[in-house]
């Protein structure tokens, strides 16, 4: 078994994402510490073992010190939590393989807001961390030579600072004074303090820096600056919600006795007139002076980093810090500034942003390792990767990156064909993700990306099913809101689905000929999107003056685009909404769970409920929406109802800890079915979460907050008086179980053969074999024996570490795929989502 895609967004914090030198990208999905790998554009893996929503990571060695530990074999990644926890990764170089090291012994008693750290040498850092309990604790770690090997911590120093707490944080070496440590902390006082040093103990409050009249979100240390071919000072930026940027000089102080004649040599700057401070550090002196005041940002300035160094060919292994400086607002936009050649002042050179509508501004700013690539976090969860493909001049392109849900996903489900997976979540978007073929176009080279955006919502998304339409692309979706809402894919989703499967999609071309909408526009409070014609479109007459403008009132008309490429998030959030078709009105609640029968014809939907009248489920006829049922069972909320195999049965599971068992008769007229309750049975201990029938017979499996997977069958079901009975009780689980989803393997009459997901509360996914034979004694049909064993208990890093609030395996979907030894497997996906924010596809071997 093995991962194919990992879809997540990223925390909305600042401090939450790192760019290391081994060239990957760490950062937190709720719990989790994800990791991605900006050149393949491709979620690799998630940590587990936090506890609480991830706030921070950092690298060693990060960009800025990768010269300094090139003969690690292991890179190291620092992780900080809401709870206060620290905990130490190591990724092996050689094999990508990670490795819980350690969890730093003495956590801070609120959360963490800061991680910094630097390489002193090839096996020692020094990291501090910032709490907004008030403290910084400080910390030196010995890294291990060879991989595997053991990490060694010291804490060097714990200052508590009060009730204003730091938020950003910086350290470095101060040049010419071997073993001094200089720690820059700013946060809610708009100071920047000076704490100071030596390797092996206490750090003294050396001086602070004022200037900024709002909180400093972000301090980032230059490396140390050669002049006489002796390093002699360091420049430090600080970004505040203030909107500026301010770059401080930190100058060795020459002797007194060659004061005067230097002072003379010395041409006059800002820095002559505005002289800060003076910082001792031992027997050496240093002059602090505000060397530059960069206005530019229109918002608050989230973050600040130095250009990592370069190697200079003409030093041999000479490294020198590159003169530019990279930020990141909430005004959308991210700046690189340089100073002019000849007057020496900083400029900004370079600004990229998203220009989008519903853009809301970027939480931080990272540059590669090699310094030709800018990665932005925004507010929406999502990544914006520009690069640099100018040859004699700057030319920044966007790029593909990761994408996902920065809230819980509450449901997924795969096209009726399989071609792509649908996800809805408490972000209130739903999301369409796809294998794409790559560059090479061979079957095997492909990648998932999300494709589309269908609906960007004002309400939490709670459930979806995908229904039957043209081209079978049409879903129905339900949220904190008493309305179902129907929805149909636009010509340009069908189009841009012809660049990403693997075949041309199943909608034949007459079929998209018909098809006379678009796209969709949203609407001013995010609920309704209405439909784009395509005759309206190109009759559309120019907007001018007043009707062009963007207010509340009136939003900017989205462009429908077909991709022949993974669109970028700018592209996704509005350029390809479907239109909605229908509302279904009737529940009394927000609504809570969705399904559809086999044929594509008929939907059940349900709604939160604590009495018996409002826990009804309602059935729709697909196509007229008629509400052709209402199906009194339950008592309380029903979490998921599934239909049979064959449409005969509807099942519904419930917080009142029933089951409910519905026969299902279409009578003869298009709108006539008959629904009649076939049995009912409180089953488990504790609320039942989930259920699954078995797709070749009249069996189905329930889990429970009780921790028990339990199989039932339905017997007589020909003869007309169905009841239910008990097969089966799977071995107890570790945990809760919140989701379960039957696969059928084989069947030949006699037998059947299936593999049952379970998913847990605990975010852990098993795969269980349940074998079923049948028996006949005479002409009557007698109980099936099912047995079950454990195939497959998959790995922690790739499972969920919240809760799993879905798995659903993949339609029409198996491979033979060619091994090693000439030999053919059949391979089969399967889809799981979760409270950790990710969607993931799983590929396992039949």
């Known amino acids: 078994m093995e991962k194919v895609f990992i879809g997540a967004g990223c925390n909305r914090i600042v401090n939450n994402v790192s760019w290391g030198a081994s060239g990957l990208v760490a950062f937190g999905a709720r719990n989790a510490v994800a990791i991605f790998c900006p050149n393949t554009s491709q979620i690799l893996t998630t940590l587990p073992g936090h506890k609480a929503v991830v706030n921070c990571t950092q690298w060693l060695p990060g960009t800025k010190n990768a010269f300094k530990a090139q003969q690690l074999e292991s890179h190291f990644l620092l992780s900080g939590d809401a709870d206060g926890v620290i905990i130490v990764w190591e990724l092996t170089l050689k094999d990508g393989k990670w490795r819980h090291v350690l969890q730093v012994p003495e956590a801070h008693k609120k959360g963490v807001t800061c991680i910094s750290g630097i390489m002193v040498s090839q096996t020692v850092a020094i990291f501090a961390s910032t709490s907004s309990d008030g403290s ?87 490396l140390p600056m050669c002049s006489n071919d002796e390093k002699d000072s360091l420049l430090l930026v600080s970004s505040s919600q203030d909107r500026s940027i301010r770059l401080w000089k930190l100058a060795l102080h020459s002797s007194p006795a060659n004061s005067d004649t230097s002072q003379k040599k010395t041409e006059i700057s800002l820095a002559s007139y505005i002289e800060g401070p003076v910082l001792m550090a031992g027997s050496k002196t240093y002059q602090i002076s505000l060397e530059s005041l960069l206005i530019g940002h229109e918002d608050w ?27 990141a607002s909430m005004d959308k936009t991210m700046m690189i500034w340089q100073p002019e050649k000849t007057t020496g002042i900083w400029m900004n050179v370079v600004t990229v942003g998203e220009l989008s509508h519903c853009a809301l501004g970027f939480y931080g700013g990272h540059w590669s390792p090699c310094g030709d690539s800018i990665l932005a976090h925004g507010y929406g969860g999502s990544f914006h990767l520009w690069k640099n493909v100018g040859v004699d001049f700057d030319n920044w392109q966007p790029q593909k990156v990761p994408s996902g849900h920065f809230a819980a996903v509450t449901d997924v489900a795969w096209a009726r064909s399989g071609e792509y997976l649908l996800s809805v979540s408490h972000d209130q978007t739903t999301r369409i993700f796809a294998p794409w073929k790559n560059e090479s176009g061979l079957r095997d080279c492909y990648s998932w990306h999300e494709i589309a955006r269908p609906q960007v919502h004002g309400h939490d998304i709670n459930c979806v099913t995908i229904i039957q339409g043209k081209g079978n692309h049409r879903f129905v979706g339900g949220a904190d809101e008493k309305v179902a809402r129907v929805f149909e894919a636009p010509l340009s989703f069908l189009k841009t689905l012809n660049h990403a499967a693997f075949q041309k999609s199943n909608v034949p071309d007459d079929v998209q000929e018909g098809i006379q909408i678009l796209g969709a526009n949203m609407s001013a409070l995010g609920l309704s999107q209405k439909p784009i014609y395509l005759q309206a479109r190109s009759e559309a007459p120019e907007k001018s003056g007043n009707d062009a403008m963007d207010t509340i009132e009136t939003i900017p008309d989205a462009v429908p685009t077909a991709f022949t490429e993974p669109p970028i998030e700018e592209q996704l959030s509005w350029h390809t909404l479907w239109p909605e078709s229908h509302k279904l009105y009737g ?99 504790r609320i039942i979460w989930a259920c699954s029938w078995n797709p070749f017979g009249h069996e189905f499996a329930t889990g429970s907050r009780d921790k028990t997977v339990k199989i039932w069958a339905v017997v007589n079901a020909e003869k007309g008086s169905s009841s239910v009975k008990p097969l089966l009780t799977l071995p107890q689980f570790k945990s809760s179980v919140t989701a379960l989803s039957w696969f059928g393997c084989n069947n030949d009459g006699s037998s059947n053969d299936g593999l049952l997901a379970v998913g847990m509360e605990s975010g852990l996914i ?21 047995s079950a064993s454990l195939a497959v208990r998959l790995d922690p890093f790739m499972c969920h570490v919240s809760t799993v609030h879905r798995v659903a395996w993949r339609n029409n979907h198996s491979e033979k795929k060619k091994t090693e030894d000439n030999s053919y497997k059949t391979t089969i996906q399967l889809a799981s989502c979760g409270a950790d924010h990710c969607v993931r596809v799983y590929e396992i071997n039949v």
């Open 136 to 222: 910084v604790y400080v910390w030196e770690m010995v890294l291990p030579l060879s991989a595997g090997g053991d990490c060694k911590l010291l804490r060097l120093d714990s200052l508590i600072l009060g009730s204003k707490s730091m938020v950003a944080l910086s350290l470095a070496e101060l040049p010419g004074a071997s073993g001094h440590i200089l720690i820059a902390m700013g946060g809610l006082d708009n100071k920047v303090h000076l704490y100071c040093g030596e390797r092996t103990g206490k750090f003294v409050h050396a001086c602070e820096l004022k200037g900024h009249t709002d909180w400093i979100r972000c301090l980032d240390f230059s």
């Open 301 to 327: 300035v989230y973050s600040v980093e130095w250009r990592p160094p370069s190697s200079s060919s003409s030093e041999g292994n000479g490294i020198y810090q590159s003169q530019s400086i990279l930020s």
């Open 587 to 685: 529940h009394g609640n927000e609504l809570f769970s969705l399904c559809c029968d086999h044929e594509g014809k008929l939907v059940a939907s349900t709604c939160k409920a604590q009495s018996a009248t409002v826990a009804e489920i309602w059935l729709w006829q697909v196509g007229s929406w008629k509400a052709i049922g209402r199906l009194n069972s339950h008592s309380l909320t029903v979490t998921q109802m599934e239909f049979s195999h064959d449409d005969s049965f509807l099942l519904s599971v419930s917080r009142d800890r029933q089951f409910s068992v519905f026969s299902i008769k279409r009578t003869g007229g298009v709108d006539e079915v008959s629904c009649e309750l076939a049995a009912r049975e409180e089953a488990h201990k």
């Open 766 to 786: 098993e795969l269980w074999v349940l074998s079923g034979k049948r028996r006949i004694s005479g002409h009557d049909l007698l109980l099936p024996e099912f």
